[in-house]
């Protein structure tokens, strides 16, 4: 397996339809933590507060605590180079769009335009009564629980445990992997399902797989063509030099 940054290049060139697939790794240097792992958020925090059914019993309870999680960190964050560069990839035509699991917003604020949020969104919120939507700007997260007009709890938008993928993104997504020629899998493990099925669905499918993650994944043995052992942000500063972004 090389990790030659003119063959990153060349691949990424040459792909009729290139996806950028991402996990938490790419938004820690944006001050976001991971999930798991070294100061992984749950290492900190019960994760029984984003459970579904944990959320449709003890609302007020599950809030308190969603409050330290996602809306302090991750909501004031900013895109750092990786989002950036992935951001370029797309305007410039290398890669047709991003499929991400993260739910900070921060490739759609660094530019992409094509981003299939596999695990939803923080920045809106729906009502489990009547499912009015809102914007997170215009919800006043200080009262817990946030409430709609109709009086019915407010949801974050992102998938909690129990739930399932939203079907759109799923599709779409599905659809991403199938149809690439190159896949650029950056800062996830390959542990979480079903998202860690898709590079091995566009591996089946014919696509050619650039891993960059500090640490060996689940994919780097298994289907990974061209491993960057790196941080995100290090890989497409020297990829957006290389490539003349």
């Given at each position: 397996m090389k990790?030659?940054?003119?063959?990153?290049?060349?691949?990424?060139?040459?792909?009729?339809?290139?996806?950028?697939?991402?996990?938490?790794?790419?938004?820690?240097?944006?001050?976001?933590?991971?999930?798991?792992?070294?100061?992984?958020?749950?290492?900190?925090?019960?994760?029984?507060y984003i459970e579904i059914n944990f959320f449709e019993n003890n609302p007020a309870e599950s809030w308190r605590e969603m409050k330290k999680i996602f809306f302090t960190d991750m909501d004031e964050a900013s895109p750092n180079k990786a989002h950036q560069v992935?951001?370029?990839?797309?305007?410039?035509?290398?890669?047709?769009?991003?499929?991400?699991?993260?739910?900070?917003?921060?490739?759609?604020?660094?530019?992409?335009?094509?981003?299939?949020?596999?695990?939803?969104?923080?920045?809106t919120?729906?009502?489990?009564n009547c499912g009015r939507k809102y914007r997170l700007e215009d919800v006043n997260v200080e009262q817990v629980p946030p409430r709609c007009f109709c009086g019915g709890v407010l949801k974050p938008d992102f998938v909690f445990y129990g739930e399932g993928i939203p079907p759109l993104a799923y599709e779409k997504s599905l659809e991403m992997a199938q149809?690439?020629?190159?896949?650029?899998?950056?800062?996830?493990?390959?542990?979480?399902?079903?998202?860690?099925?898709?590079?091995?669905?566009?591996?089946?499918?014919?696509?050619k797989i650039i891993e960059v993650n500090p640490l060996p994944s689940a994919f780097t043995d298994t289907v990974t063509d061209v491993y960057f052992p790196e941080k995100a942000g290090e890989f497409f500063a020297r990829l957006e030099k290389e490539m003349k972004l």
């Open positions: 990790s030659d940054i003119q063959t990153a290049v060349q691949l990424i060139k040459n792909a009729e339809y290139g996806v950028v697939f991402t996990g938490a790794g790419v938004s820690v240097e944006s001050g976001i933590a991971p999930f798991t792992g070294a100061g992984g958020l749950w290492n900190r925090y019960d994760p029984k992935i951001a370029k990839l797309e305007e410039k035509g290398f890669v047709k769009g991003v499929i991400t699991q993260n739910i900070d917003g921060l490739h759609q604020r660094a530019g992409s335009k094509n981003v299939q949020e596999f695990h939803g969104t923080i920045h919120l729906s009502c489990v149809n690439a020629d190159v896949m650029i899998i950056v800062g996830t493990a390959g542990q979480v399902m079903p998202a860690c099925s898709l590079p091995l669905t566009a591996k089946q499918f014919g696509a």
